[in-house]
């Protein structure tokens, strides 16, 4: 990655390495991935691979993104904790939640929220209402 202070890869890469464990390669791809996804504004990887830029092809992009998804496995503790630190959510305490879709792939994709109990209860209530929560 260039270490460019104006590189936005690289500044991403920085502030992401301040709160996850993670060796460096994995970082810079979790800053590219990320650019990426604000580029192309989809979740296709075909559609990312061609958000990534940089010398290699657009296939091997595509092929880096799929490893990616098949064998890392997610460390939601650390996510949590990342989620709290950068975004703007106010003060807890939180609830994260998360929602699976699946698409075309057998793998659901979660989606997370992070919720204020006050704004957690109000979207329970209204799933009771509807007959669309199944707990009581």
């Known amino acids: 990655m260039n270490k460019n202070t104006q590189d936005?890869?690289?500044l991403?890469?920085?502030?992401?390495?301040?709160?996850?464990?993670?060796?460096?390669?994995r970082l810079?791809?979790?800053?590219?991935?990320?650019?990426?996804?604000?580029?192309?504004r989809s979740v296709n990887l075909a559609e990312l691979a061609t958000g990534f830029g940089g010398r290699a092809k657009t296939d091997s992009h595509y092929k880096r993104l799929q490893r990616f998804f098949r064998s890392f496995e997610l460390n939601y503790d650390e996510l949590a904790r990342l989620l709290v630190r950068l975004l703007p959510i106010g003060h807890g305490p939180w609830y994260l939640t998360l929602a699976a879709l699946t698409g075309n792939s057998a793998k659901p994709i979660f989606i997370g929220h992070c919720l204020s109990r006050h704004r957690l209860a109000r979207i329970l209530e209204r799933a009771?209402?509807?007959?669309?929560?199944?707990y009581r």
């Open 128 to 134: 009771r209402q509807s007959g669309k929560f199944p």
């Open 12 to 25: 991403l890469k920085v502030a992401l390495s301040e709160h996850l464990s993670w060796h460096e390669a």
């Open 8 to 10: 936005p890869a690289y």
């Open 28 to 40: 810079n791809f979790l800053a590219h991935f990320l650019l990426a996804l604000l580029k192309v």
